[in-house]
């Protein structure tokens, strides 16, 4: 027992309330919301180091005994999850103070970020597949007000898209679970695990766990479900896109890591070939797409879909390294991504638009800033010593050792496309003649926008160069995965 | 029993992509409802459809009867219910907005701005 | 000794530079230079003891759990490269510090120097594949910063993006080719590899290992068909194109390809295939050298003309070829260092770069014309020159070929004899001839654009003259790390008269005609070219990239149309291809078709319900769609009632009236149904939904018969008032036992209701300011 | 007229929906009813006032205004889950105590959050949309 493990759902929660109750006041807001963030992030810490040195944690909520009531889980996945979405919230919500308008910042967007951390923060943590759509709910309805609070004809266009392939992927996720309950008659992923595994007949579940893969792969924006993200994610204020791209799409990969490691297993000459192409076909798409767009915000849109297929790529090679790289990869681009998201934002308050070809001139005048994009740019693109380049060489390892050479190849040749896009946008964006008046262009940026962007640089150099600890740490955690044996015994008790 | 549910889960998921597939923002609004009714009667018929007594436990007794309908689908779908209403209530606001900011109930209006 | 020093004091001084540069902006290239050449002088020290065989061997863990770490490897062969870089580099740092002045953003220009040094040293010292990789994409990103220096200009940046693009596929290829080498022998060290011959030639492996590493080797080194960024990369600053483009960064190719020959070489595979590209290689930049114009360009494919020389040598792969590879390899550094930094003193005296524009400097930059004109003898290997003994060596090398005849060696003739021509056309127009409009009044360059070449042209000729140091303690040790036997090697001029010495003549011979018919040759080639090989590469491969930014474009808009009801369609499509597919696959029509208890009214609210979707669905009237609509939701209602389940069935009949009031209250402010489709498309969407409800029918009897295990509900029953004091298990449920998806369901509902708080009272506005 | 006999009604009606809503919402827990189901009645008692008069008006005569309500329900049920945890128990453990042969607990405590939450939730969606049904008028 360890009610340790509420804190991440009870501490945003009651940051909600009492930003609702504060509503008005910007100030207030900024203390409140950023601080609850704050604390979130260090009680993700702590579980993190609990989880790492005593092993699994778990809580049966009310006190009611596992499969029956609704158990919170942590393992070393899922609290590597849970950091790094704290860490995103916290950074985004730093840099949403110079950069959010006045008015939501009084009224809206520090509770509805809070509240999505908690949905996400819940995703996370919970071992009943119900509870899990709850939480998810949570996440997508806070993410919905979040997208449409502006409320310009463009934000409608993506909203309304965003809104509809959410609420078809929920419903399909819900169809799975009741059909999974109908079938399998229980909802905890731990007792799942356990009578799925023991059953002959197992591989007739795997048409309803086809609903599951289709819901999963449209909240992870796998191909072909990934229409909606491009959409939709550069339509936002760049605080929020970041914060997005980060957490949204994960929690989705999270789901597919989750269900597929732990109790779609059966039919395994099915399912990961499946997931493999899946992945193999949505970098590819993804990065072919990004290359022909001159918008910022859509160059790196598209950019998520095509790393978002190299995560699943190492979950359809189903091997410890395979998942040890998707994780490695997942924690990466989180950080990567968003960041570069964040300096988009940037340029964006440097020149007023997101369209490379009437951006020019950055590096030559804001050197810091060409340095921030550099960084995560290059970790996008995979180039050593950055975090990128140790997330790919994982992967690769980890598919020759599969012997998937076609997939593998796949996954290299992303790399130099990947490189490619970033290149594009350093060519046009930063190195391009300065098209206005240089003596002038010496804009100010607000600390808050730097020292966020600056931590998550810090963190992609740190993660390259310092791999070795989160290397064998995801490579345990993916033991865990592979072999869910602690995770239901934790669940079930040594009784099972 | 379940055969004629199945067969009305079935139309009713076919109505729901039918309307999702429409134009009309309202149009797929309803489908949107739709949807969730599909998917409640869907989780309602794989729970397993007896014909008991509702989920109480009689006056008296301190477990239930042997023959009640199994209460956890109940729960859920009662959850998902809620949660849908949440939804629909927003996605109906953001229709009103949708038509106030565009001018428009049409769908295929608003596609320019996804190109560059 | 601590080898990771040296990289980290290079390493070091770059993140200073900037802040050096701007302190001491007149100083800042001696300055710079001072630390390669401490290193230098250290590695002079250090190569007493290599040439007795020493071998420095340090490693430190990076990534133990991938087999990763940073080892750094200090044996001949790096050593040869070491002294190359310091030496070079060192002399370009002080070329560039007058070289450079009157441009912008010089910090940045010598900060991406050191980087580029730092990277390519540690390139050479690492003992780790993965090191190398790692220095060799930095060497690719630094060089790419460098080309692109003058990033202001169009044609500076598409070079730098070329490439960057050509190198960084071959870093790709590179990169997969050590994964396989560890796949196949388990380590990434080099010092481990040299014991892993045999496991390694005989890995199934082997051969897609060799393509890939040999991609990389050709991509780097300007191979053919990779050779074209080459020329293009001479849009960066002459002393760039000197450091990088000539004398370091392109025989990196060629260093991974000697580290790895005493491990991958030998066999059939290598030879045939490292010869012919080498040899095609350098025909084509002997070739296309001839008819250039541009001073630099002329260099720059004479450069290609001699990495095609050191690939073939290293393809050949005997004792000989290897020690002419060797020598080689420092012959060209030398004499290509210093004429690139001549030819750009002459750039930047005289404005212009063509030769044929150029003439008659002798009189006015007489330093400049001696040490141009060393280097270019060096270049036409003539002696007493480094650059004779290189060619000599390599013509023994060909002439004791075993397999192949005599082909390598009448191919090597025709490309010398290019080269003593090309060196003879440069001396002469750039030098001697009558000048034609010079844009500026050339005067002679001050000390520091001179020293440098000079330097280098002095030891071509002193290495030639006084060989004994450099050929015991440099060049031997390196020969020996590739060709795995302790040798002894003797650097002479003069090896009397033989067969070798009869090539040179010739050579020499062929030269000195294609000198003297210039002019009728060089526009016959031109012509012909123009006939037959109108391909300009570089040209070509930009056309590449803007054909696949138009096809990829063209494919967004096809799938990213923006069409809400396509992207839709291709979901439910996709869903309905696999769901139906798995059905099949596990049989769902095998279920028990027992009907059971139907109820003949509840037969009756669900034909209702059908009935009222059927309505809703093709209603042209907003309510009676609406109220339709709601109907199902009271019919469902009365049958989750029948089913006994009562406070769903309330709970659905207040909801959905509530939902049919809001959508009545808002969808009075829309305009009413319109028909927008056509029939056709109204088919099309029945098929796709009647598809999806058919599987989702599917799904459902499959659930209702397929009951793996009972269901965890009696729980609920036993405990529900026991432990939950509760008689209504459901209510207790939602309170209780399942109290956290209730609280989940009251935040969902508490922010839909702040979203719609603020979607309806939001203001309009048409652009909303996105900070 | 019609407005008159509305008003008129709206005024008795509504604390009799409250009334009923407060015993729905105790019986819950043994009978068919609860949190959501009480809360929704309660609600609309208050959405017939603002039918009857105007939203501005019925807000004015509220307590306390729909946002706050939301999140005293919240707090309530997040409280009640709390309340498990200070006995040393996982949270939303159930404690229970029996006054006067009544049975109360932190469950129940949980469905009143919930009640209260939907009524806020209601009150707030009602009120912005007939806020609007009224200016088109």
């Excluded at chain 1, 520090?110 to 509870?131: E, H, I, K, Q, S």
């Excluded at chain 3, 020290?45 to 490693?59: H, M, P, R, T």
């Excluded at chain 3, 040293?121 to 990103?141: A, D, P, Q, Y």
Aim: glycine residues 8%.
């Amino acid at each position: 027992m360890s009610n340790l493990l509420l804190l991440p759902v009870i501490v945003p929660l009651a940051t909600v309330l009492i930003l609702l109750l504060a509503h008005g006041r910007k100030w207030l807001q900024q203390i409140i919301g950023i601080g609850g963030i704050a604390l979130q992030f260090t009680v993700a810490v702590w579980i993190f180091v609990v989880v790492n040195s005593q092993g699994i944690q778990v809580i049966q909520l009310g006190s009611w005994p596992a499969p029956f009531g609704i158990t919170f889980v942590a393992d070393l996945f899922s609290s590597i999850m849970l950091m790094v979405a704290a860490l995103i919230g916290l950074m985004t919500a730093i840099y949403a103070m110079p950069t959010i308008s006045d008015n939501r910042q009084r009224f809206s967007y520090y509770p509805l970020v809070n509240a999505m951390l908690m949905g996400v923060n819940g995703a996370f943590l919970t071992g009943d597949v119900f509870n899990l759509y709850v939480w998810f709910e949570v996440m997508i309805m806070a993410s919905f007000v979040l997208l449409t609070l502006g409320g310009s004809r463009q934000q409608m266009n993506g909203a309304i898209k965003y809104v509809a392939m959410n609420l078809v992927a929920s419903m399909l996720f819900l169809a799975g679970i009741g059909l999974l309950y109908g079938q399998a008659g229980t909802l905890n992923m731990a007792d799942l695990a356990l009578k799925i595994r023991a059953s002959d007949d197992a591989f007739l579940l795997n048409s309803s766990a086809m609903l599951f893969f289709v819901a999963f792969s449209l909240k992870a924006a796998l191909f072909p479900f990934f229409f909606w993200l491009p959409a939709s994610y550069p339509t936002a204020p760049m605080a929020i896109t970041a914060f997005f791209s980060g957490l949204l799409t994960k929690v989705g990969v999270y789901a597919l890591i989750r269900f597929f490691t732990l109790f779609f297993v059966q039919n395994q000459s099915f399912w990961h070939p499946l997931l493999l192409w899946a992945g193999g076909i949505t970098m590819l798409v993804g990065v072919l797409t990004a290359a022909s767009q001159y918008d910022m915000r859509r160059i790196l849109s598209f950019h998520i879909i095509s790393q978002i297929g190299y995560i699943i790529m190492g979950l359809g090679l189903f091997t410890v390294a395979g998942i040890a790289g998707a994780i490695y990869y997942m924690v990466h681009n989180i950080v990567a991504k968003a960041n570069t998201f964040l300096v988009a934002g940037m340029v964006y308050k440097l020149r007023g638009t997101y369209d490379l070809k009437a951006i020019s001139g950055l590096y030559k005048n804001y050197p810091l800033v060409a340095l921030l994009f550099v960084i995560p740019a290059m970790g996008l693109a995979g180039v050593p010593p950055f975090s990128g380049f140790v997330g790919k060489l994982m992967l690769v390892v980890a598919g020759f050792e599969a012997e998937k050479w076609v997939i593998t190849g796949v996954a290299l040749l992303v790399g130099l496309f990947t490189l490619f896009s970033m290149v594009k946008i350093w060519n046009e964006g930063f190195w391009k003649k300065h098209t206005g008046n240089d003596a002038s262009d010496n804009k100010k940026l607000p600390v808050a926008m730097l020292v966020p962007v600056a931590i998550l640089a810090l963190i992609t150099i740190l993660l390259g160069v310092a791999a070795e600890p989160v290397v064998e740490l995801c490579m345990r955690a993916a033991h865990q995965l592979i072999d869910p044996s602690s995770y239901i015994e934790a669940v079930l008790g040594k009784q099972y | 029993m379940g055969l004629i549910l199945s067969i009305l889960t079935g139309v009713l998921y076919a109505a729901a992509i039918y309307l999702l597939l429409r134009r009309s923002i309202v149009k797929m609004i309803l489908g949107i409802i739709f949807l969730g009714n599909a998917t409640n009667v869907l989780v309602f018929v794989s729970g397993g459809l007896t014909k008991a007594s509702p989920a109480f436990i009689a006056e008296g007794q301190q477990v239930a009867a042997e023959h009640i309908a199994d209460p956890l689908p109940q729960a859920l779908i009662l959850t998902a219910i809620v949660i849908s209403f949440g939804i629909i209530a927003f996605s109906l606001a953001l229709m009103y907005r949708f038509y106030k900011i565009t001018g428009t109930d049409d769908l295929d209006d608003v596609t320019e701005e996804d190109e560059v | 000794m601590e080898l990771y020093l040296i990289i980290a004091a290079i390493f070091t001084l770059a993140f200073l530079a900037p802040m050096l540069h701007k302190w001491f902006p007149k100083a800042i290239g001696w300055i710079l230079a001072s630390v390669p050449a401490a290193v230098f002088a250290y590695l002079i020290y250090l190569s007493i003891d290599i040439g007795y065989g020493l071998v420095v061997y340090e490693s430190y863990a990076w990534i133990p759990s991938l087999g990763i770490s940073m080892s750094f490897y200090l044996d001949g062969l790096s050593l040869l490269f070491l002294l190359m870089i310091t030496a070079i580099g060192a002399l370009v740092l002080i070329y560039s510090g007058y070289y450079m002045q009157h441009y912008s953003l010089k910090g940045r220009f010598y900060f991406y120097l050191m980087l580029f040094m730092g990277a390519m040293m540690g390139l050479v010292l690492s003992g780790n594949l993965i090191s190398i990789f790692v220095f060799w994409e930095l060497t690719s990103i630094s060089s790419y910063l460098l080309i692109g220096f003058f990033h202001e200009k169009t044609k500076s940046r598409a070079a730098a993006l070329q490439a960057l693009l050509v190198t960084a596929l071959g870093g790709l290829a590179l990169m997969a080719g050590m994964v396989l080498i560890n796949l196949s022998t388990g380590t990434y060290e080099i010092i481990e590899l040299l014991n892993e011959r045999e496991i390694l030639q005989n890995s199934p492996y082997y051969l897609a290992i060799l393509i890939l590493v040999g991609l990389g080797a050709m991509t780097k080194s300007a191979q053919f068909p990779f050779h074209f960024w080459l020329p293009s990369a001479m849009a960066g600053p002459s002393p760039v194109s000197a450091f990088l483009h000539s004398a370091t960064m392109v025989k990196a190719g060629i260093y991974i390809l000697l580290r790895l020959a005493p491990v991958l070489g030998g066999t059939l595979e290598w030879r045939a295939g490292l010869s012919v590209v080498g040899l095609v290689t350098m025909l084509v930049g002997a070739y296309f050298s001839l008819t250039q114009k541009d001073l630099k360009a002329i260099l720059a494919y004479s450069t290609i003309m001699a990495l095609g020389t050191l690939m073939l040598l290293v393809g050949i792969d005997t004792y000989q070829s290897i020690k002419a590879a060797i020598i080689f390899l420092v012959v060209h550094s030398l004499y290509k260092g210093a004429l690139f930094m001549v030819a750009g003193s002459i750039d930047k005296q005289t404005g212009t770069r063509d030769i044929y524009q150029l003439g008659g400097l002798f009189r006015t930059m007489p330093y400049t014309t001696v040490v141009a004109l060393l280097a270019l003898f060096s270049m036409a290997g003539l002696p007493p020159f480094i650059g004779f003994v290189g060619k000599e060596m390599i013509y023994e090398a060909k002439s004791i070929i075993p397999e192949t005849g005599n082909l390598p060696l009448i191919a090597s003739i025709i490309a010398n004899a290019f080269m003593v021509a090309i060196s003879a056309i440069i001396a002469w127009h750039v030098f001697f001839a009558k000048a034609g409009n010079l844009p500026k009044q050339p005067k002679e360059t001050p000390f520091r654009l001179w020293v440098g070449p000079a330097v280098l042209s002095a030891l071509s000729l002193l290495l030639a003259l006084f060989p004994g140091f450099f050929d015991r303690n440099i060049a031997e040790p390196a020969i020996g790390a590739v060709w795995d036997a302790s040798v002894s090697l003797q650097i002479k001029l003069w090896h009397g008269f033989n067969l070798v010495l009869l090539y040179s003549v010739i050579t020499i011979a062929v030269g000195a005609l294609i000198f003297a018919f210039r002019k009728k040759i060089i526009p016959a080639i031109q012509k012909f070219n123009e006939r037959f090989f109108a391909i300009d590469f570089a040209q070509k491969f930009l056309d590449m990239v803007d054909g696949f930014l138009h096809l990829t474009k063209k494919k967004t808009d096809f799938i990213q149309g923006g069409v809400q009801r396509y992207y839709l369609m291709i979901i439910f499509v996709t869903a309905s291809a696999l769901v139906w597919y798995q059905l099949f696959y596990t049989r769902f029509w095998d279920f028990n078709s027992d009907i059971g208890y139907i109820p003949f009214y509840a037969a009756g609210v669900a034909v209702v319900v059908i009935a009222a979707t059927v309505v809703a669905v093709f209603s042209k009237s907003r309510v009676v769609a609406l109220i339709a609509m709601g109907m199902v939701g009271w019919g469902l209602a009365l049958i989750f009632a029948f089913y006994g389940a009562i406070d769903l069935a309330i709970t659905q009949i207040m909801t959905e009236t509530l939902v049919l009031v809001i959508f009545v209250m808002i969808i009075y402010h829309l305009p009413v149904f319109k028909s927008f489709s056509r029939l056709s498309t109204r088919i099309r969407d029945g098929v796709i939904a009647v598809v999806f409800g058919g599987f989702m029918m599917g799904l459902s009897l499959k659930a209702d018969y397929l009951n793996l295990y009972p269901a965890i509900s009696d729980y609920f029953a036993q405990n529900s008032f026991t432990e939950g004091h509760g008689r209504n298990i459901v209510n207790v449920i939602l309170v209780d036992f399942r109290a956290m998806d209730t609280l989940g369901e009251i935040t969902v509902l508490t922010i839909a209701a702040i979203g719609v708080f603020v979607l309806m009272r939001m203001k309009n506005k048409k652009t909303e300011e996105l900070k | 007229m019609t407005t008159q006999i509305l008003r008129i009604s709206s005024k008795y009606l509504k604390p009799a929906f409250v009334v009923l809503s407060l015993v729905i919402l105790y019986r819950g827990h043994n009978e068919p009813g609860g949190g959501f189901i009480s809360g929704l009645l309660a609600a609309s008692g208050y959405v017939f006032y603002m039918l009857a008069w105007n939203v501005e008006t019925a807000l004015k005569k509220m307590w306390i205004q729909p946002v706050p309500l939301m999140a005293i329900g919240l707090l309530l049920a997040l409280a009640s889950g709390i309340i498990g945890v200070a006995a040393g128990e996982p949270f939303m453990s159930g404690q229970w105590i029996t006054v006067l042969n009544i049975t109360l607990g932190t469950p129940l405590l949980f469905d009143v959050g919930v009640y209260f939450t939907v009524i806020g939730v209601m009150l707030t969606i009602m009120s912005v949309i007939l806020e609007k049904v009224d200016q088109w008028d």
